[in-house]
């Protein structure tokens, strides 16, 4: 199997302003200073060029919470990933659940946004989950199957090793009701699955485990075999919290 470098990521939705986030970073870098792994930071929009700033040189990369597929266009609104290159961003969240149930995020434009990412430089991280009523339909992998077929739909087999797929079973999400390991370690190990299917680069694809990560279960989740690494909301907020999931992957 190869090696994948550990994988952990803030999201911090819409929290923060930057302000904020340049004092969170201040506090963050002194306390992940030794790590080995991989620390992406998802801040809003406007605190992203902060972020960039203040992690220059540290192992902190930046990440943004959304983009449009469009280099440019007439699109009250939105924001390119051209835009985000010349910000000084690295990756992009792209089809978190809040934006699939809150803003009308389709696998439709999903499968032109991650190809869009990646031909812009961009680290696509690519959210999938199944709702509480779909996994208590047995409905798990249906779900994620389709997901996955449709949002990658356009990616080449040889650039799927630059995408990273988080897994994010929507009930777990800002409830406090982790997924129990067998569960997560059972879809993570199914989304590999598919992407085998996809040629020989998904063994090369972190797959991140979200959905209430605290520094009290970051370190199980992650010694899983399964289970790359982290996307992390709430706890992702305060810095000495944040720096323990690192400090656990
Ligand atoms: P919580 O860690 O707050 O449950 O959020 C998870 C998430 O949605 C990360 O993208």
């Known amino acids: 199997m190869p090696d994948r470098t550990p994988y952990v ?13 340049a004092r969170f970073v201040d506090a963050l870098l002194p306390r992940i200073a030794a790590t080995q792994n991989e620390v992406v930071i998802c801040p809003s929009f406007l605190a992203l060029a902060e972020v960039v700033e203040r992690s220059r040189g540290s192992a902190v990369r930046v990440a943004a919470q959304n983009m449009h597929e469009a280099e440019s266009g007439a699109f009250t609104g939105e924001v390119s990933a051209p835009m985000l290159v010349e910000a000084g961003v690295d990756a992009v969240i792209l089809g978190h659940s809040e934006r699939r149930q809150h803003f009308g995020e389709t696998d439709e434009a999903l499968a032109r946004k991650v190809p869009a990412a990646l031909a812009a430089g961009l680290e696509p991280i690519l959210c999938v989950g199944e ?7 047995g409905q798990t992998d249906g779900v994620l199957e389709r997901q996955l077929q ?47 299917a996809r ?37 992702s907020l305060d810095p000495g919290d944040f720096a323990a999931i690192v400090a656990a992957a």
């Open 131 to 137: 709702t509480e009523e779909a996994r208590d339909a």
């Open 150 to 196: 449709a949002d990658l739909a356009g990616v080449d087999p040889g650039r799927l090793a630059g995408v990273v797929v988080a897994y994010e079973p929507i009930w777990a999400i800002g409830t406090g009701r982790t997924a129990t390991l067998e569960q997560a370690r059972e879809a993570i190990g199914f989304i590999r699955d598919t992407l085998r």
């Open 199 to 235: 040629g020989a680069a998904a063994e090369q694809v972190r797959i991140l485990y979200g959905g209430s990560v605290k520094p009290a279960n970051a370190g199980e989740l992650m010694a899983q075999s399964e289970i790359d690494g982290a996307l992390v909301g709430g706890a």
């Open 9 to 21: 990521a803030a999201n911090w939705k819409m929290h923060k302003t930057a302000a904020e986030a």
